[in-house]
């Protein structure tokens, strides 16, 4: 292994020692990433290098403006921090030269940028000390239950009647009192927030006369909240004319103005504002058949092979709005033709790129990194990508997700296959920042992966959804390992149908494990703990503790031959245990579980059939005495009233009769729950479990 030095200090043109720098530049370390990679390649070329390098990463301020990239020529190479160091990839710009003025009755400052006027520059992210601040918004919505509840609603959409979900439409009227034909309306974006996902509807434009506003994309989803009379509620984002909170802040890309209201405390000479100038830091891209000029064997892609990242500090990129196509599950509308282009995926954030890529790339490491403030999703595992490993990393103040993992499905090119994933103990908090149906893990396509003992908090949607197979098809998608997990504080009353972790479609050799799950919202329906959707199948969910759900612990939409059992479920709002759709075959398997309450019932089901006849249950503890159990419930669709099934009718179907009734004691602190010796949950075969190891090990 060959050692060589990146400072701040340095000089491209030196050898990359770490003797000091010499007069002349021969001698001392590199200055730049692209610098020592581009020494590299140099070296290698001439057979001066061979085998692993190592280029240590002393402290230090390390801005770009241009994303860094390696490809299969750079592989064998570690990038690392030097001992206690701490050095910072910077992808943003110091703003300085500001002049203090008032704006309205506020403290402003402004800043003339020649080059967002002239067109080379625009950006949609401001960071002031360490922090982003919003544009300014009307109402002051923000990604957090707080602010989560400062939206409007749109008043009237121009096709009421059609309710299918994928008619989605760029026309509709706000209130008259919400809404006005601002100046700096057209660069504005209305933000749609329903059902599970946000939309950004670009350019609107409003006629005073009819009250109606257009955009230049549509809405995925049709205008309604979700599948009640509601409809969907939004912010106007970007708008000059709701300037008026300290923190806001407003770009003129006409005059190049910038406009910052500063918050209390904050003056000229101490405080810091940068924006950024990339939206990706790192690309680490290999080349496969049909992608490039190089790769002529359509079986042997040219990989990126043990690029190694450690302890290095990724911090401020913007982002824009990228292009999204329509899942195709739903044939109708994956084939519909429509002149207006999409406002967002239809779910997940899954047409969001990411500030750090990989793709055809083999054994490479990212681990004990930073990735702070990005306008994207941190990191993303692309196609053709095998044995990766992210580990004991802090991805936070994201506006995508954590990580995403992509490969293609069992009808693409074997060379797209991704798989051997592991991506453990990271700390992934503040999520969708500015996309706001991001996960802090979205896992689409791939095999045989590990996503064990992260910390996931602070979302907008969903934690961790695993899955991108709707139905009941072969996927490749399977032997993934979700364990000792801690998600809390999730989804924040921003969106619906989410749930702590979600599930899609069928997936052999699945184990969901060992993971803490509590404090589940939602802004109209969902807030599950566990959310097997649709087609979700041959999975095993065992020795999770949920808690303090707003909708059931374990929510089922439909699914097939999954095996629940030594769980612990409690305090939920709605069910333990619920099943949307209720098919001609078991949903479930139900045993070895601890169920805790209060809750409204003990089973449910949601819109279609009886839950008697879609799961098996039994050898449960139920915490309940027989007069204080809840019903089951199952919708009665004679007169759209659910229908109460009591627990002596729950017993006589078959159901819970090995099952312990009554009350449990329970000793319960903030990481763990524990249950005494001699407790009835032992009779039921009840496995206990430590879950104060959930989350990231040191």
Not at 61 to 78: C, K, R
Not at 542 to 566: A, K, M, P, Y
């Amino acid at each position: 292994m060959t050692v060589f030095h990146l400072s701040p200090h340095g000089n491209d043109e030196a050898d990359g020692t770490a003797a000091k720098a010499t007069r002349n530049g021969s001698r001392g370390p590199w200055k730049t990433f692209s610098g020592a990679r581009n020494a590299l390649r140099k070296l290698r070329a001439s057979g001066a290098l061979h085998g692993e390098a190592t280029v240590v990463v002393q402290n230090g301020h390390y801005p770009i403006s241009n994303t860094i990239e390696f490809t299969a020529e750079d592989s064998h190479t570690v990038y690392q921090a030097g001992e206690n160091a701490q050095p910072v990839i910077d992808g943003a710009r110091v703003l300085d030269g500001w002049t203090e003025t008032t704006h309205g009755k506020r403290r402003a400052w402004v800043l003339d940028l020649p080059e967002v006027k002239s067109g080379h520059w625009y950006f949609r992210s401001l960071f002031v000390e360490g922090s982003r601040r919003p544009r300014a918004r009307y109402p002051k919505f923000s990604p957090d239950a707080k602010g989560a509840e400062h939206t409007f609603r749109i008043e009237e959409m121009r096709f009421p009647e059609n309710r299918d979900l994928f008619a989605g439409d760029h026309f509709f009227k706000p209130a008259a009192k919400d809404f006005q034909n601002w100046p700096s309306l057209t660069d504005a974006e209305i933000v749609l927030l329903h059902y599970w996902v946000e939309t950004r509807l670009p350019d609107p434009q409003f006629n005073p006369e009819t009250g109606w506003v257009r955009c230049s994309r549509r809405s995925v989803f049709n205008l309604y909240e979700s599948f009640n009379p509601l409809l969907a509620r939004y912010y106007v984002d970007n708008l000059f004319e709701a300037l008026s909170e300290p923190g806001e802040w407003y770009l003129n890309r006409s005059s190049g103005r910038l406009t910052y209201l500063p918050m209390a405390g904050e003056t000229l000479e101490n405080t810091q504002v940068c924006a950024p100038l990339v939206t990706r830091f790192l690309e680490v891209h290999g080349e496969a058949f049909n992608r490039g000029p190089n790769v002529r064997d359509p079986y042997g892609p040219s990989v990126v092979e043990k690029i190694n990242f450690r302890g290095l500090t990724f911090r401020h990129s913007d982002w824009y709005q990228p292009a999204s196509e329509m899942i195709p599950h739903d044939a109708t509308a994956a084939a519909a033709v429509h002149e207006i282009p999409l406002g967002s995926a239809p779910q997940s954030a899954a047409h969001v790129p990411a500030a750090i890529d990989y793709q055809w790339a083999k054994n490479c490491n990212f681990t004990h990194n930073t990735v702070e403030h990005t306008g994207f999703t941190a990191v993303e595992v692309g196609k053709g990508c095998r044995n990766l490993t992210i580990s004991n990393n802090k991805l936070h103040q994201l506006g995508g997700g954590g990580v995403k993992i992509s490969g293609v499905e069992l009808d693409g090119p074997t060379s797209d296959r991704t798989g051997g994933i592991r991506f453990t103990d990271n700390t992934v908090v503040h999520v969708g920042r500015v996309f706001h149906q991001s996960c802090g893990i979205l896992l689409t396509h791939a095999f045989d992966c590990d996503l064990s003992h992260n910390e996931i908090a602070h979302t907008c949607y969903t934690g961790i959804s695993c899955g991108w197979s709707w139905g009941y098809r072969e996927t490749i998608t399977r032997d993934i390992r979700i364990e000792n997990n801690h998600l809390h504080d999730i989804c924040e009353g921003v969106l619906s149908d989410n749930g702590g972790i979600y599930l899609l479609g069928v997936q052999p050799g699945t184990i969901i494990r060992g993971n803490h799950i509590h404090h589940i919202t939602a802004a109209d329906y969902g807030g599950w703990g566990i959310y097997p959707d649709e087609g979700s199948s041959h999975m095993v969910f065992e020795q999770n503790w949920i808690h303090d759900t707003l909708g059931s612990c374990f929510n089922i939409h439909f699914s097939r031959e999954l095996v629940v059992r030594n769980n612990v479920f409690a305090r939920p709002g709605d069910s333990f245990v619920g099943v949307g759709r209720v098919e001609n075959h078991i949903a479930a398997t139900v045993v070895s579980n601890v169920f805790l309450g209060p809750a409204k019932s003990l089973y449910s089901a949601a819109y279609r059939g009886d839950i008697r006849r879609a799961v098996h249950t039994n050898a449960n503890a139920i915490g309940f005495d027989e007069k204080t159990i809840p019903p089951s419930v199952h919708p009665d669709w004679r007169d759209d009233v659910p229908h109460q099934i009591s627990f002596q009718e729950w017993l006589a179907a078959g159901h819970d009769r090995l099952s312990q009734v009554g009350a449990l004691k329970y000793k319960e602190t903030k990481t763990n729950l524990s249950f005494p010796k001699n407790s009835p949950v032992y009779l039921i075969g009840f496995k206990a479990f430590d879950w104060s190891i959930c989350g990231p090990r040191i």
